[in-house]
Nanobody, 127 residues
Framework: QVQLVESGGGLVQAGGSLRLSCAASGRTVSNYDMGWFRQAPGKEREFVAAITWSGGNTYYEDSVKGRFTISRDNAKNTVYLQMNSLKPEDTAVYYC????????????????????WGQGTQVTVSS
C-alpha cells in the first residue's frame, strides 16, 4: 500500500505562485509514475501533469504548460507541483496519484489507471 498526502494548497491572488508537495509513505514510489489531477466544483477530475518513475519524462495538460512544473525527489519519496502565473480557472482541489510504472517512458492521463490517491489539497486563486 502507498499512502499519499498532499500539502501546500491555499489562497493566492491571480498571477501568484504555489508549490504543492505530495509525500508518499508505506513503500518507495521510485518505481511508480506520479501524477497530479484537479477537480473544480461541478466538474470531472482532470489530468494536470505527470512524471515518469525516474523523472526523465514529464507531461502537462495544455492549459498549464509553461506555468506548472512537476518534479520528484525519490530519495525523499516526494513529488512536487510548482504552479506559477496562477489564474482563477486553476481553482480546484488538487490530487496526487501513483501508478506502478511500466518502464515505457510514457504516462497515463487517465485517472482510472492510477493505483493510489491522496486526499487532495484546495487551491483557490482570486481575481
Amino acid at each position: 500500500q502507498v499512502q499519499l498526502v498532499e500539502s501546500g494548497g491555499g489562497l493566492v491572488q491571480a498571477g501568484g505562485s504555489l508549490r504543492l508537495s505530495c509525500a508518499a509513505s508505506g513503500r518507495t514510489v521510485s518505481n511508480y509514475d506520479m501524477g497530479w489531477f484537479r477537480q473544480a466544483p461541478g466538474k470531472e477530475r482532470e489530468f494536470v501533469a505527470a512524471i515518469t518513475w525516474s523523472g526523465g519524462n514529464t507531461y502537462y495538460e495544455d492549459s498549464v504548460k509553461g506555468r506548472f512544473t512537476i518534479s520528484r525527489d525519490n530519495a525523499k519519496n516526494t513529488v512536487y507541483l510548482q504552479m506559477n502565473s496562477l489564474k482563477p480557472e486553476d481553482t480546484a482541489v488538487y490530487y496526487c496519484a501513483a501508478k506502478r510504472t511500466a518502464y515505457s517512458g510514457l504516462v497515463s492521463r487517465s485517472r482510472g489507471n492510477y493505483d493510489y490517491w491522496g486526499q487532495g489539497t484546495q487551491v483557490t486563486v482570486s481575481s
